[in-house]
């Protein structure tokens, strides 16, 4: 499991003084970015010279407690599944001992000048490995 911990910026939040739904999506990438920094040239080397992107093809979220502005909150990024091509990461938001909400995120490799899926490198793949844990439906 990675942690990156953060607070609720002013620009973040909505009229009501809460984070926006979507903004927990940004927050994701924020933490998937933090998940990557051991690859090769870290997430932005992965992106921008190796040319291998990691976009989403399926998003979901569920969310519990709402955050406010100043507060400070942790998410904690794990996969849930790798495949060949694929991944699921899962992303579990708290502020202290409340949970706040949990973010899924499937990706898939890929070829970013050919526009393509592609295998998935091996230092992305001992990543997600390294933090791969099961998750029970309940």
Known sequence: MITLARSVRFEEVD????????????????????????????YAGLIMTRRVGLPAVKTAAEYASPLR????????????????RSADLRYVFASGDRH???????VVTS????????????????????????????
């Not at 502005?69 to 060949?84: D, H, L, Q, W």
């Not at 706040?100 to 499937?106: D, E, G, I, L, Q």
């Not at 070829?111 to 998750?135: F, I, T």
Request: proline share 1%; aromatic share 12%; hydrophobic share 50%.
């Open 15 to 42: 009229a009501a003084g809460i984070v926006f739904f979507a903004r927990f999506f940004a927050y994701a990438h924020e933490a998937m970015e933090a998940f990557f920094a051991d690859v090769d040239g870290g």
């Open 69 to 84: 502005y100043g507060e400070s909150f942790r998410i904690e990024t794990t996969a849930t599944r790798v495949g060949g």
């Open 100 to 106: 706040v909400a949990v973010v899924t995120h499937t």
């Open 111 to 138: 070829d970013l000048v050919a526009m393509r899926s592609c295998e998935m490198p091996d230092d992305v793949r001992r990543v997600l490995e390294r933090h791969l844990v099961e998750v029970s439906e309940a």
